[in-house]
Structure formats: structure tokens, C-alpha cells
């Protein structure tokens, strides 16, 4: 077996890394540990953006400081953080629609109009504009690291395989096009709607979307550029819920750089005298969990991050996140 590696140690081995993502369950604290790493980054000298696509996370939280919606903010030196406000991202994108639709045919059928509307209710969208944001930040080049609290696995990989059916179906579009085109020029012309140059625009459009998905697949495929770390904690549904999202990343050739494991009780505590049984109890039941944990993910374990006597936020706290991950003072 071989012996794991640090996150600290990763990173230095993988120069060229510019993206690293941080998975889990909601409620790990993916959130702390991606500020954490911006942090510390940061403090290297680097320029870094930490964002979150989990709508369950808050980074206004962790940083304690109001971030929601108001771009990339910078939250100390060299480090930013961005929230997107995606009820005003579908608003946008939805008017967006209509304007290119006008423009198209002239007006927005009104059934169409409802389905526009109607739009903003699907539980998908809110994901669909944050995700949107977040490869509109990772394609700007302004940054030397993109971290990024990612969305619960299952929604990452609804991501990846609409990726792959999009992009199977517009290739099937594009060539059914080229075998009709002759004959839909001249259909065209005799009917004098244009439709050739109203497909080519959908077209144009899925094609966008496409490229969009498709860098985000390339993106998580990439071990040279980019790292993936997934976070659980030593419970027993966290343990089962990683084994199943690495069978199911597996699938889609997936690597993943290690695991993190967090909110993990000093053992130390034992020593205290008077110590309450119910903490002993869990100290004993979570060491149990760590054997499983060891056994399973031993080399891929980069880190073990333990509890806190306060919550981990804010400038004070996350610094000492960070001390506990990268093993420095």
C-alpha cells in the first residue's frame, strides 16, 4: 500500500494545478476547508478566488462578511470570494431569452412567454445559473487558483452526463444540417422566412451550451490542472456516501486527488478528567469510523481536520483551519 500524501505535499508535486474543488454532502464543511485553502494560498502569494455552486453553502457566512451578490469581493490580501445571487442571474438570462426570441420572430408568444416565466420555479435553474458563473469565473484567466465548494455529488454528475447527451445530440444536429443543407438553402430562398439562418442561431446557442458543460468535464478529467478533493466525516452514511460518489466519478473517468477527512475529535480529550460520556462515546465511535475510513481511503487521505472549540469563521479561525491542513504554524 502505498504511503498518502498531504494535500500540502499534492500541490507542490502538481505545479501546474489552477483549479481545485472541494465535494461532499452538504454540512462536512466544504465551505471551511475551500476558504481555508484560498487562504493560505493567499497568504503564498497567490491570487485566489474561492466560490461556492452548493445554493446550501455561504461564504458570507464563513468569511462573516456580506459577499451575496456583489461580485468578486476581496476578503484580504489576494484573496476573493464571490456569491451569486441566482435568482437575479435566471431574471437576467430569462430577459436574455426574450430579447434574442424578439429578435428572431419579431414578438414572444405568449405561451412562450408563461414557459419563460414558469421557468424560474424549476429546481434546476438556480444550479444551472450558478454553474454558468462559475465557468464564466474559471475562463477569465484573472486568477492563479479557481476553489470552488461544489455542488452535492448527484447534481455533479447530472452536470456531466447532460454533457455528454448534449453534446451526442448537437453533433447528430450538426450533421443532419450538413447533409440538408443544400436543400434547406433552397427552402429558404423559396420561402423567403430565412429558417436556414434561425436554425443556424439555436444551433449557435447549443453549441455554446455545449462547450460550457464540456469545459467543466474536461476540467474535472484534467489531474494536471486540476485537483479534486472530496470531504466526509467519520460517520458511517458520510463513509458510505463517498464510496458510492467515487464508484459513480469512476464511471466517468473521474480521478479523484484524495479525501479530506473533518470535524474529527481530538482523541486527547480523553485524558481530561470528568470528561461528559456522551463525548467519550463519540470520540470512541468516530476512532472506529477512522479504521473504516483508513482501511478504505488510506492513500488518499491528504488530511485530518479536527473539531474546533468555536465555530471555524472569520479571519481569526480560518487561518487556523488552515494550520491544521497544510500542517504549518
Known sequence: MSKAV?????????????????????????????????????????????????????????????????????????????????????????????QKIIKMYGEVPKEVEDYIKSSAAEPAMAESATFDAMVELMTSGAYDYYIFDMMPHGHAIRFLGMSEILDAWVNKIVETRKKAAEYGDVAAVMSGKGSLAQEDKILEELDFIRSRLGFVSNMMRDQEHTAFFYVLIPELMPILDTRRALEMFREFNIPLSGVVVNQVYPVELLKQKNIPAFLKNKIAMQQEHMKTIQKEFGPLIRGVVHMFDREPKGLKMIPEVAKVLFGEA
Open 6 to 98: 498531504s494535500i500540502k505535499e499534492y500541490l507542490a508535486s502538481h505545479p501546474n494545478i489552477k483549479y481545485i474543488l472541494f465535494g461532499g454532502k452538504g454540512g462536512l464543511g466544504k465551505t471551511t476547508l475551500s476558504a481555508a485553502t484560498a487562504y493560505w494560498l493567499a497568504r503564498k502569494g497567490k491570487k485566489v478566488v474561492v466560490f461556492s455552486t452548493d445554493p446550501q453553502a455561504s461564504l458570507t457566512d464563513i468569511f462573516e462578511r456580506n459577499i451575496f451578490g456583489k461580485g468578486e469581493v476581496e476578503i484580504t490580501s489576494n484573496l476573493f470570494a464571490l456569491e451569486i445571487d441566482a435568482d437575479k442571474r435566471i431574471a437576467d438570462y430569462q430577459e436574455e431569452i426574450r
